[in-house]
T-cell receptor, first 117, second 117 residues
Framework: GAVVSQHPSRVICKSGTSVKIECRSL??????MFWYRQFPKQSLMLMATSNEGSKATYEQGVEKDKFLINHASLTLSTLTVTSAHPEDSSFYIC?????????????FGEGSRLTVL | AQSVAQPEDQVNVAEGNPLTVKCTYS??????LFWYVQYPNRGLQFLLKYITGDNLVKGSYGFEAEFNKSQTSFHLKKPSALVSDSALYFCAVRPRGSSGGYNKLIFGAGTRLAVHP
């Protein structure tokens, strides 16, 4: 089945630094990837839609300058949390849509837990 | 507004007993319907989906779900629960059509399933 790899799975950083999280589709091409944020015991909150070769589409209330998204190829999207602060600590999950499937199914990465000290 | 409701925060069931995790949705048209499972500190794993056809959908790990159009429900079921089924379960809906929400999954809040020995 389709596999989405997310890296790193855990990262701890100091306040003020930037952190990059990668999301890769390993055996399919993804024109569209999605980035979610999940708070403890809560559902996934869609942050942005990442489109290959174009700018990401951010959900209302999500700071695009804070959460930089790049989707430079059909298999890779990156989320960079710039100037991270403790309130950015969260579980970030990406998902990807196989461009050759038309069922709407999304494949999810394992998630990345960010802790900002 | 489009939404997915999982009315139970937690479902407790004894091992070997049948389980049901409820999901109802408020989405126009005939959406795609999904169930995902999340284990601690992990991404979401796909369980099953309804696209069209038979209202009873069979998925991974012995789970199944029944689509009821008149009640706009898509309840997850399993005839005999296992302790290892204990996890967080998310119902998700993807509207059909070419509107702005075409690519987006709408998630329910999640239901924690606890299976006791």
């Amino acid at each position: 089945g389709a596999v989405v790899s997310q890296h790193p799975s855990r990262v701890i950083c100091k306040s003020g630094t930037s952190v990059k999280i990668e999301c890769r589709s390993l055996d399919f091409q993804a024109t569209t990837m999605f980035w979610y944020r999940q708070f403890p015991k809560q559902s996934l909150m869609l942050m942005a839609t990442s489109n290959e070769g174009s700018k990401a589409t951010y959900e209302q209330g999500v700071e695009k300058d804070k959460f930089l998204i790049n989707h430079a190829s059909l298999t890779l999207s990156t989320l960079t949390v710039t100037s991270a602060h403790p309130e950015d600590s969260s579980f970030y999950i990406c998902s990807a849509r196989d461009r050759d499937l038309h069922t709407g199914e999304l494949f999810f990465g394992e998630g990345s837990r960010l802790t900002v000290l | 507004a489009q939404s997915v409701a999982q009315p139970e925060d937690q479902v407790n069931v004894a091992e070997g007993n049948p389980l049901t995790v409820k999901c109802t949705y408020s989405v126009s048209g005939n959406p795609y319907l999904f169930w995902y499972v999340q284990y601690p500190n992990r991404g979401l794993q796909f369980l099953l989906k309804y696209i069209t056809g038979d209202n009873l959908v069979k998925g991974s790990y012995g789970f199944e779900a029944e689509f009821n159009k008149s009640q706009t429900s898509f309840h997850l079921k399993k005839p005999s629960a296992l302790v290892s089924d204990s996890a967080l379960y998310f119902c998700a809906v993807r509207p059909r059509g070419s509107s702005g929400g075409y690519n987006k999954l709408i998630f329910g809040a999640g239901t924690r399933l606890a299976v006791h020995p």
